[in-house]
């Protein structure tokens, strides 16, 4: 879990200061997928509402969109194996995507693009090591 925290607060200060990926999603979405703790639901509200404070924005948009993407992620474990690659690049892409249009984001499809990219490498890096170990 600390791995999964110290992960948030990189992607919070990355997304905050440098750049405009949903970096934050992508991590909540493993963390979700491969934790399946409700834990992640605490994750999700906290990290929204500091990623909110960084950037300068309302507070709590962030925090309910996080909170609503983990709880379809839950909603789809039970119907579908979640610990795939197509099931992670596809909620990567949704997940941004609708992140970003909500946010108000120019370059929205580019972003998500990028965004589902990160995830499917972190993915397949995950699985290396996880093989390795």
Same mark, same amino acid.
Not at 94 to 119: D, K, M
């Given at each position: 879990?600390?791995? %999964?925290?110290?992960?948030?607060? #990189?992607?919070?200060? +990355?997304?905050?200061?440098?750049?405009?990926?949903? $970096?934050?999603?992508?991590?909540?979405?493993?963390?979700?997928?491969? #934790?399946?703790?409700? @834990? %992640?639901?605490? +994750?999700?509200?906290?990290?929204?509402?500091?990623?909110?404070?960084?950037? @300068?924005? #309302?507070?709590?948009?962030?925090?309910?969109?996080?909170?609503?993407?983990?709880?379809?992620?839950?909603?789809?474990?039970?119907?579908?194996?979640?610990? #795939?690659?197509?099931? +992670?690049?596809?909620?990567?892409? @949704?997940?941004?995507? +609708?992140?970003?249009?909500?946010?108000?984001?120019?370059?929205?499809?580019?972003?998500?693009?990028?965004? =589902?990219?990160?995830? =499917? %490498?972190?993915? $397949?890096?995950?699985?290396? =090591?996880?093989?390795?170990?």
């Amino acid at each position: 879990m600390i791995i %999964i925290i110290l992960s948030l607060l #990189t992607a919070i200060f +990355l997304e905050s200061a440098l750049m405009s990926l949903p $970096l934050t999603l992508v991590v909540l979405l493993f963390a979700a997928i491969y #934790t399946r703790d409700s @834990l %992640i639901f605490l +994750l999700a509200f906290l990290a929204g509402l500091i990623l909110d404070i960084f950037s @300068l924005r #309302t507070l709590g948009i962030s925090s309910l969109y996080f909170v609503t993407f983990v709880f379809v992620i839950f909603l789809y474990q039970k119907k579908f194996e979640t610990g #795939t690659l197509q099931f +992670l690049a596809i909620f990567a892409f @949704l997940g941004s995507i +609708l992140y970003l249009i909500f946010l108000g984001t120019s370059q929205v499809f580019i972003h998500s693009i990028l965004a =589902t990219i990160l995830a =499917t %490498i972190s993915f $397949l890096f995950y699985k290396k =090591t996880k093989k390795a170990v």
